[in-house]
């Protein structure tokens, strides 16, 4: 039973996050940078096209170095 | 985003996972049982449909600001772990998709294996290689339909393009029955890369509170930029010709 919990999540884990753990955290504190702007009243829609040109090329640098993208 | 943009988007990106479905389902039928691989697709399908039916109407009733956020979240880093692979693949520094390897390596762990029948299914193998290459794409297909269409308020349209990109990939599957070798299909993943990733961008930052400069207009600049930022990435990584050949050889 334990088994097939631990590989619904992985399968799951897999499916949403992918190669990369990195990415996912990057979106996810880049979304809550942009919620937290918002409600001050700051302008906000910057913050993610940012947080892409940083983790797209930070995450490549690991697979290249890595020497393997994964699946 | 208009209707047009919307069908575009989902077909593109639902063909790329038949495309990846039609060469397992193949490599099934060819190998084994073309019954047992038939009936794994209408399993699959089956189970497809009950998703759909359980998740679609919950999803409409989700206020729009909150969808959006939650769908931008996983359209974004959906659509950066594909373009991610796509601009490694473009570059050299992983191995090109091919699906006539893929179906080599299919037939041949296929056809290693014995026959066993349960029930009315002739080959039990057969079966399930065919059923959970089709569920596991067409999980995809549903995330693509469901995530666009909710979204735009267009999920009927949204499951016409799935519909249609299905219904193309597979004829083409019946009809030369070997896998679809002149589907450009690393360049449609690097396309619906770019694609997901700009409007999970889009949606996400809308969904966190954020009002974009022109509104649904700033995607005209969005898309591109991502597009040719990747392309830029592309270039960069290729400068390095000797790690790239390595790193395929280990891939």
């Known amino acids: ?71 | 985003m208009g209707s047009g943009a919307l069908f575009v988007a989902v077909f593109l990106a639902c063909a790329v996972e038949a495309v990846e479905a039609t060469t397992i389902v193949l490599a099934a039928g060819a190998a084994r049982s073309w019954r047992s691989a038939m009936s794994g697709v209408a399993g699959a399908l089956a189970v497809l449909a009950l998703v759909v039916a359980a998740l679609g109407p919950a999803v409409s009733e989700v206020p729009l600001r909150g969808l959006r956020l939650v769908v931008g979240a996983l359209l974004l880093v959906f659509g950066l772990q594909w373009l991610r692979k796509a601009i490694l693949r473009a570059s050299g520094h992983k191995a090109l998709h091919d699906e006539d390897k893929i179906f080599a390596e299919q037939m041949a762990a296929a056809r290693g294996r014995q026959s066993r029948r349960i029930g009315l299914v002739p080959d039990w193998y057969g079966f399930t290689l065919s059923f959970k290459g089709v569920l596991l794409e067409g999980l995809e297909v549903v995330f693509i339909v469901l995530t666009f269409g909710s979204n735009q308020r267009e999920v009927g349209l949204a499951a016409i393009a799935a519909a249609c990109a299905v219904a193309v990939v597979a004829a083409a599957g019946v009809a030369i029955r070997s896998p679809l070798r002149r589907v450009p299909e690393n360049a449609m993943k690097f396309v619906v890369g770019i694609m997901l990733t700009a409007f999970g961008t889009f949606w996400g930052a809308e969904g966190a509170g954020a009002r974009w400069p022109g509104s649904d207009t700033s995607l005209l600049v969005l898309v591109p930029a991502v597009a040719a930022f990747a392309l830029v990435l592309v270039a960069l990584l290729r400068e390095n010709p000797v790690a790239a050949a390595e790193a395929v050889e280990r891939s």
């Not at chain 1, 753990?21 to 302008?43: D, E, K, Y």
């Not at chain 1, 892409?52 to 640098?61: G, I, T």
């Open chain 1, 1 to 71: 039973m334990a088994g097939r919990i631990r590989g619904f999540a992985a399968f799951w884990y897999d499916f949403v996050v992918g190669d990369d753990w990195l990415i996912a955290v990057g979106v996810l504190v880049g979304l809550a940078l942009t919620c937290g702007l918002s409600r001050i009243a700051f302008p906000a829609w910057w913050l993610l096209p940012v947080s892409l040109l940083l983790l797209l090329p930070l995450s490549l640098w690991r697979a290249a170095r890595r020497g393997s993208g994964g699946g």
